[in-house]
């Protein structure tokens, strides 16, 4: 049994510095101080951290992909709660095959479905840039929406809301006084999942970006292709942080294992 648990212990060590490695490795890297990404750096500097504020795209596609998150999620909201809401409240027919198409931009390809959105939305009306990336990101965060608040509304009572109606609530009344406020955790950690499905997305972004309007990843794609300093390294510690901070809130509100495992 030692030895089994010994080989076990060695065995995870191995998988979570296989996971972890690469990202201490563009942690460190972000600190060189000279102009070309190495490991381990000879000096330590914030250098490239200062450098991300001086470049303009950065800061302008960042904005980008504020906005575009920000809008796509505040429709993806209106969508995706009272569709999170039937499917969780009511049974009828064909709603597992309505189900399957909320669900089918997590299963279709990136790729596959960013060429669509070219091929038969933005080519075929002549949509501007901002308007594709809005549709876009608006579709790849409804599945998230609508998943983990159905997951919140699992665990709600329906009771409660048949006992307000029976004492004259109206059935909007007692949707937006009785079920959100019981499900405003998970609200929370829906539009927080789905802010880092949209802010992140390069696969979709990269068909619906044009000429002077891209994101912020595709952004750090482009200077990949014509620098080789640690500013990429730098830009993408803040982007750990900042997700492992989100995820820590999400925990925090549902516990991650509450809506993965369903």
């Given amino acids: 049994m030692k030895e089994t648990s010994k080989g076990l212990a060695v065995f995870t060590f191995i998988v979570y510095l296989f996971l972890l490695g690469p990202l201490l490795i563009i942690s460190l890297t972000s600190f060189e101080a000279g102009s070309v990404l190495k490991f381990p750096p000879e000096e330590f500097s914030f250098r490239w951290y200062e450098n991300i504020l001086e470049v303009e795209m950065f800061l302008t596609t960042f904005k980008t992909s504020i906005l575009v998150s920000f809008a796509g999620n505040i429709l993806a909201l209106l969508i995706g709660i009272p569709a999170a809401y039937a499917l969780s409240r009511f049974d009828f027919k064909g709603k597992s095959l309505l189900n399957g198409i909320f669900v089918s931009p997590i299963?279709?390809?990136?790729?596959?479905?960013?060429?669509?959105?070219?091929?038969?939305?933005?080519?075929?009306?002549?949509?501007?840039?901002?308007?594709?990336?809005?549709?876009?990101?608006?579709?790849?965060?409804?599945?998230?929406?609508?998943?983990?608040?159905?997951?919140?509304?699992?665990?709600?009572?329906?009771?409660?809301?048949?006992?307000?109606?029976?004492?004259?609530?109206?059935?909007?009344?007692?949707?937006?006084?009785?079920?959100?406020?019981?499900?405003?955790?998970?609200?929370?950690?829906?539009?927080?999942?789905?802010?880092?499905?949209?802010?992140?997305?390069?696969?979709?972004?990269?068909?619906?970006?044009g000429p002077g309007v891209s994101t912020f990843p595709i952004q750090m794609l482009a200077y990949v292709e014509n620098y080789f300093d640690p500013t990429i390294a730098a830009i993408s510690v803040l982007l750990m942080i900042l997700t492992a901070v989100l995820m820590f809130i999400i925990e925090r509100l549902m516990g991650l294992s509450y809506f993965t495992n369903r």
């Avoid at 002549?126 to 790849?140: E, K, N, R």
């Avoid at 599945?143 to 004492?167: G, H, K, Y």
Wanted: proline share 4%; no cysteine; hydrophobic share 55%.
């Fill in 107 to 209: 299963i279709i390809p990136g790729i596959v479905l960013g060429f669509t959105f070219l091929r038969y939305i933005v080519v075929a009306y002549q949509l501007p840039v901002y308007t594709a990336l809005f549709i876009g990101h608006t579709v790849i965060m409804l599945p998230f929406i609508i998943r983990v608040i159905a997951s919140s509304l699992s665990n709600f009572d329906f009771s409660i809301e048949e006992a307000a109606e029976s004492l004259g609530a109206s059935k909007l009344g007692t949707f937006f006084k009785i079920v959100l406020p019981n499900i405003k955790s998970g609200i929370i950690a829906a539009v927080m999942i789905a802010f880092l499905e949209s802010f992140n997305n390069v696969d979709i972004s990269v068909f619906l970006t």
